[in-house]
């Protein structure tokens, strides 16, 4: 029998003998494990502890240099935690496993699952972006979603997942947020945003809520530099930080900061969010409240390093509130600069403990102090599952959203009658990326053969090379459908079109056709083109979205969605039209 069992059962028994209130022995010994561990780390080890480092390992070879630099720095560094940024799921959970064999005291595991382990596994399940989630209004969905990812979580080894984004994204040229935010209006991102925050918290998941305080009024991408917001407080408080003072009250668990430089808080120079005592310090812990888990984003974007040093970074985070320091460009060199400030007094070993404090208390919550390893045999029948699958499909059929249908050209097969029309499709790219474009042409093609009498496409990527032929051939066809996918990517610049792609969508709607536009990312696209007869806005390009797009399309399943921003003075908030 272990000393724990030997402990309750004397409690057990004074309690009946004696009478004795056991209820603060009890107590006591629920939280021996992180008074433990403290007690035994380092001062070098406790900040250790405030590092995540990343995995970039696709592979389970010992031999490889992501593995050797792990190990490295769990051994040797003794680092907290680690990110998997991409894999399989069985490969993830089998490293997860070989990682926390190397790590004293158990390593905190976390990803970016924002919709769905899809969205970094080969083999996960993938949800419709936070957009599409918004054009539902539909707060039960939400929290599906987030216990379903939380449930998929538990089966890798991952204890905290870096969503929901609470951004509110009222900018149409944010080129980095955009379909990521649940929208424009700051308490329905606030509602759904909770929803999740609770799902995957009631999964035994770890929430973050991010980007405090705010990233969705910029036009530049933090990984390519430091925005700068210039709004005053009132409009801040108003629009930015509703949704992060709702999750606050609500328990979330975590947030990450963005780097973006908010004057109307703190006017030192170059400094963002991340970085700044003012905003994690004053802001976020001493006026919200907040005090939890404090985490900055990756500190391998251009708007942190374009302007201080590793060793600068690693000082400054401590120095604002930062409790797990993500990502940094060299783990020794950032605990290096860290122990070096403690020992000459820069900073205080208290201030180090208070958040190596917090970072054993979650990592207790999440049940690391008894077990922290993954059941490997539980991996493949959790990880994308029947009944994700399904819930995927049931938020992507209630949030496709039919824009503009002119004529009441949508459904297809409404207005033909017995007359069969020719359809030409145009499939349309704003990247090298390899859209979804094959599964659309495949379903739309499946299920318009009996209405269409022929069907042709044209698959573009990047600038338009032979427009010409392309209005000339539409000449023959009666409707023309243009699915654009215009996806967030980070460094791109931009979530728009190319301009050469946009004037061939004119001139298609010169030709006399009746064009369609589908919308598979960004929904502001219609600025451009206003002439097309219809706009469909699908938020995302996943699997359940393009076949619930063409349900709808074809009149299997409603229209049922409600734009969650304003595309124009013509096409608000809120509106969507029925079949």
Partial sequence: MNKKKILLYTLFFLSVIWGFDVTRFAKKAEYDWVYDRMKSMTLREKIAQMVISSSE?????ENSADFKRIKGLIE???IGGLIFMRGNSLIEAELINKFQEFSETPLLISQDFERGTGMRLNDGSIFPNNMGIGATRNTELAYKMGLEIARECRALGVHQNYSPVMDVNNNPNNPIINVRSFGEDPQIVAELGNAMIKGLQDGGIIATAKHFPGHGDTDIDTHSDLPVIKFDRDRLNNIELVPFREAIKSGVKSVMTAHISFPAYDKTPNIPASLS??????????????????????LNMAGVTKHFTTSQVAVMCVEAGIDLILMPQGEKTTIDAIEKAVLKGQISESRIDASVNKILE???WAGLNENKYTDLMKVSETINSEDAKKLSQLIA?????????????????????KKKESCLIVSLNNGNEKANSDFFLEKFSDRGSGLFTELHSYD???????????IEDAKNYTYIVIPVYAKVKMKSGTVGLPSSQVELIKKLTENGNTVCVISFGNPYLLKGFREIDSYICAYG???????????????????????????SEEYKFGDGLKN
């Fill in 397 to 417: 059929d209630e949030s496709i959203t039919l824009v503009k249908n002119s004529g009441g050209n949508l459904p297809f097969g409404r207005r033909m009658g």
């Fill in 57 to 61: 390992s696709f592979s389970k070879d």
């Fill in 277 to 298: 005592n003012k905003i994690i310090g004053g802001l976020l812990s001493d006026e919200l409240g907040f005090g939890g888990l404090k985490i900055t984003d990756a």
């Fill in 460 to 470: 573009i990527m990047g600038d338009v090379k032979n427009a010409s032929a392309i």
């Fill in 76 to 78: 040797s560094e003794k």
């Fill in 541 to 567: 390009d996943c699997e359940t979205v393009i076949n619930a797009t063409v349900k709808c399309m074809f009149g299997d399943v409603e229209f049922k969605g409600k734009l969650p921003v304003t595309i």
């Fill in 362 to 364: 979650a990592k207790k």
